[in-house]
């Protein structure tokens, strides 16, 4: 079945910087989007970027240009999510998730991983 | 860039019908998906494309659109479908996926 595994939880101090993994399977990793979006504690979902895994084609949202990297490596069926320059308020559970269909994204999102929680603190 | 309004908060009867809205204004070009947040888990989609449902989601689950405004209806709801239920679709803006506040599902 399709699945995406994400790597374990994050303690960063401010300013520091975060790489979180999301490990595809079941599937043609190469056909399909991987989408990254963030949910604070008590809050709503917020979309922060994808990337289709074949073309390599990226759009970040505008709230984390500058601050946010994906890349992906596709021998490993793996994406990557950095985000630099952290702050307290960055302090939330980050999910991956596959865009439904191939090709351009659809933004319709599934599966999800299971969440990794970055938690920023001094 | 565009937002998706919900209400904050719906409940149900157990075994009553309810419907959430997401109103927004990508939805007159984009059709919203609908998912399921448990506490303490990851989304599960439940409603894509107008209407459709993916494999293992029960049909109790449905949505209809009109306008600006998608809805979803719980047909019969269970204990098992208290939830976070969110809406996103795509957008024409500078940020091409949007979501919704959610909606808290209470089952009473």
């Known amino acids: 079945q399709v699945q995406l595994v994400q790597s374990e939880a994050e303690v960063k101090k401010p300013g520091a910087s975060v790489k979180i993994s999301c490990r595809a399977s079941?599937?043609?990793?190469?056909?399909?989007?991987i989408h990254w979006v963030r949910q604070a504690p008590g809050q709503r979902l917020e979309w922060m970027g994808w990337?289709?895994?074949?073309?390599?084609?990226?759009k970040y949202s505008q709230s984390f240009q500058g601050r946010l990297t994906i890349t992906r490596d596709t021998a490993a069926s793996t994406v990557f999510m950095e985000l630099n320059t952290l702050r307290p308020e960055d302090t939330a559970v980050y999910f991956c998730?596959?865009?439904?269909?191939?090709?351009?994204?659809?933004?319709?999102?599934?599966?999800w991983g299971q969440g990794t929680p970055v938690i920023v603190s001094s | 860039s565009s937002e998706l309004t919900q209400e904050p908060a719906v409940s149900v009867a157990l075994g009553q019908t309810v419907t959430i809205t997401c109103q927004g204004d990508?939805?007159?070009?984009?059709?919203a998906s609908w998912y399921q947040q448990r506490p303490g888990q990851a989304p599960v989609l439940v409603i894509y494309?107008?209407?459709s449902r993916p494999s293992g989601i029960p049909d109790r689950f449905s949505a209809s659109n009109s306008g600006y405004t998608s809805s979803l209806t719980i047909t019969g709801a269970q204990a098992e479908d208290e939830a976070d239920y969110y809406c996103n679709s795509r957008d024409n803006t500078d940020n091409p996926v949007v979501f919704g506040g959610g909606t808290k599902l209470t089952v009473l």
């Open positions: 998730a596959r865009d439904f269909y191939s090709g351009v994204p659809a933004a319709i999102l599934d599966p």
């Open positions: 079941g599937y043609t990793f190469n056909k399909h989007a």
């Open positions: 990337m289709h895994a074949g073309s390599g084609n990226i």
């Open positions: 494309n107008q209407n």
């Open positions: 990508s939805l007159r070009t984009f059709y």
